[in-house]
């Protein structure tokens, strides 16, 4: 009879957590480390880690340009959050202002 249980059993495989280590961990090294460490939510890392990438040559190409597009994404984003308020207060302001 198969083990209906959710834990795992003596000869199972079991995936790490899905925590990020600690900033004062060991970390993987190499351009394997340099992904996972780019991968991370903290800004920090992440720019410490396109810091670095330039030593890794074309190995580290794609996070370069992953970095770039997180950075375009957010120009972008943020220059289309100023445009529609700029269109807002020009059509409240147009429509709400006192005629003599």
């Known amino acids: 009879m198969a083990n209906s249980s959710q834990e795992p059993?003596?000869?199972?495989a079991v995936k790490g957590g899905q925590v990020?280590?600690?900033?004062?961990g060991a970390v993987l090294g190499g351009i394997e480390g340099l992904r996972q460490r780019f991968a991370t939510g903290n800004e920090q890392i992440r720019l410490d880690t396109v810091t670095n990438a330039s030593t890794y040559g074309d190995e580290a190409l794609d996070i370069l340009v992953k970095a770039l597009r997180g950075c375009l994404k957010s120009i972008l984003q943020c220059h289309a959050e100023r445009?529609?308020?700029r269109s807002f207060s020009r059509r409240v302001a147009s429509q709400?202002?006192?005629k003599p």
């Open 9 to 12: 059993g003596k000869f199972d």
């Open 20 to 24: 990020p280590p600690p900033i004062s």
């Open 83 to 85: 445009s529609v308020k």
């Open 96 to 98: 709400y202002t006192l």
